[in-house]
């Protein structure tokens, strides 16, 4: 396997679409649509990310409602997707080497990475299991 | 020209640091048996409630756990099967069985199977977690998707460690007055 697989750009990983939600959505309904199972998400959503005037300003995780929510044991209809949020997450754009993809989830400990544009929009986000998916091309079969 | 010659000669040690970073991940390195990279995940008996996987799960800071009976392998559940299965759905989940939400008789690996094998398996499963068992399935550890981005990363020390924080953007944007 060749290293500079890793230093192609990220859309080569056909990054899945920003599922977003506002900020002030209520938490149950961020939930909801977390764990929709869709054809691009046959298992739920492991991460949705949070605007605020269409900007990306925090992401959730299923990390975070499980730490945040579940363990404290507080009620999800009284909270709101800005009160569990990871607020300012690492971000990439789209052109970026998915070297540093691999970067930030090393040192972050992240298995999402949100992308965003010029404008800080959302655009899409990368999950560690692409980056396996991604590798995987590049080894022998099984 | 001295000049010219000192210009020819960092071109040259520039394009010598440019092949050598295009280094592949030898064989050997992929086909390293999983026994080597597998990280320790504690377990809870099968029957054991929810609350208690949640809190181990906070406390190891981990988001998988085995789930076994009689030593052996029986399920595993990991931070989805919470969200799916439990969150907004059920009123008082934290007595319940983790059997009811945990992933039964998952895909597993031994410890003498190798890094690519796994990454396929991953790959075409959709897994994060694979459960390295030895021949009585017992479990021994767990090789995630986290491990192997910092195994890759370890194997590539040069080409991800020496990179700016942040990537740069529009460097070259032209100085205004200078």
Redesign the interface.
């Known amino acids: ?4 697989i ?2 192609e750009a990220i859309h080569h990983l056909d990054p899945h679409l920003a599922d977003h939600v506002n900020i002030e959505l209520p938490l ?1 309904e961020a ?2 649509q ?2 929709e199972v869709t054809s691009e998400h ?3 959503m ?1 991460a949705l990310l949070v605007t605020q005037e269409d900007k990306l300003i925090g992401i959730i995780t ?2 975070d ?3 945040r ?3 404290q044991k507080r009620d ?1 209809k009284r909270l709101t997707a800005g009160q569990v949020m990871t607020a300012q997450p690492e971000t ?2 789209a052109e ?2 998915i ?2 993809a ?2 930030l ?2 040192f972050g ?1 992240y ?1 999402h990475i949100p992308l965003v544009d010029e404008e800080n929009k959302p655009v899409g986000i990368i999950t ?2 692409d ?3 991604y ?2 091309q590049f ?4 | 020209m001295p000049f010219e010659s000192f210009v020819d000669d960092e071109i040259s040690t520039m394009q010598e640091q440019l092949n050598e970073s295009g280094r592949a991940l030898e064989t050997h390195e992929i086909q390293v048996p999983l026994g080597s990279i597998m990280h320790h995940v504690p377990s809870v008996l099968s029957g054991a409630s929810v609350q208690d996987v949640i809190n181990l799960m906070v406390s190891h800071d981990i988001g998988s756990i085995f789930v076994v009976s009689d030593e052996s392998l029986k399920g595993i559940i990991g931070e989805r099967d919470i969200l799916l299965k439990v969150l907004n759905k059920l009123g008082d989940y934290a007595n319940l069985s983790v059997d009811h939400f945990m992933k039964c008789d998952p895909l597993t690996l031994k410890p003498e199977d190798l890094l690519d094998t796994a990454i396929q398996h991953m790959a075409q499963g959709g897994f994060r977690h694979i459960p390295i068992v030895d021949d009585q399935h017992r479990p021994l550890g767990m090789v995630s998707v986290r491990h192997i981005i910092s195994y890759l990363i370890e194997h590539f020390p040069q080409e991800v460690l020496t990179l700016p924080p942040k990537p740069i953007r529009n460097a070259m944007r032209a100085r205004e007055g200078a």
């Open positions: 396997m060749d290293v500079r890793l230093q149950a939930v909801a977390m764990q046959q298992r739920g492991g299923e990390r409602l499980v730490r929510v579940i363990s999800i990439l754009t970026d080497p070297v540093f691999l970067n989830m090393h400990h298995r560690s299991k980056i396996i998916k590798i995987s080894i022998k079969s099984i």
